[in-house]
Nanobody
C-alpha cells in the first residue's frame, strides 16, 4: 500500500531550526517532483518549496529563500526540508506531496499527500 509520511515537526523557538522529512513507502519518490506546502489555521495551503524529479531544479517561496533548503536522499527514498531561522508566523502544518508534472504552485497538480506534520514557532 502506498504511503507518504512527514515527520520532524515540533515546537521550536523563533530563530531556531527544524528538519522535516518526507518518506515514501510502497513506491519510489525518484519518479516525482516533490513539493512542500504549509497551511496555517484559516489559511489556504501554499507551496514552500519544490524539488524537480531529477533534482536539477529547486524553488522556494520568496519568504523562505536563504533560510530553507530542500534535498533528496535516493538511498532512503526521502525528501527533506531544512528550515532555519524560523519565524512565529511560520506556525502551521507542513505537508509533502508528489506530482508527475513539473514543480507547480497549484495544489491540484499533486497526486499523493502525506498527513502533515505540525510546526510551532513560539517563545
Amino acid at each position: 500500500q502506498v504511503q507518504l509520511v512527514e515527520s520532524g515537526g515540533g515546537l521550536v523557538q523563533p530563530g531556531g531550526s527544524l528538519r522535516l522529512s518526507c518518506a515514501a513507502s510502497g513506491f519510489t519518490l525518484d519518479a516525482y517532483a516533490i513539493g512542500w506546502f504549509r497551511q496555517a489555521p484559516g489559511k489556504e495551503r501554499e507551496k514552500i518549496s519544490c524539488i524537480s524529479r531529477t533534482d536539477r531544479v529547486t524553488d522556494y517561496a520568496d519568504s523562505v529563500k536563504g533560510r530553507f533548503t530542500i534535498s533528496r536522499d535516493k538511498g532512503v527514498n526521502a525528501v527533506y526540508l531544512q528550515m532555519n531561522s524560523l519565524r512565529p508566523e511560520e506556525t502551521d502544518v507542513c505537508y509533502c506531496a508528489t506530482t508527475f508534472q513539473a514543480c507547480s504552485d497549484d495544489v491540484q497538480r499533486y497526486n499523493c499527500w502525506g498527513q502533515g506534520t505540525q510546526v510551532t514557532v513560539s517563545s
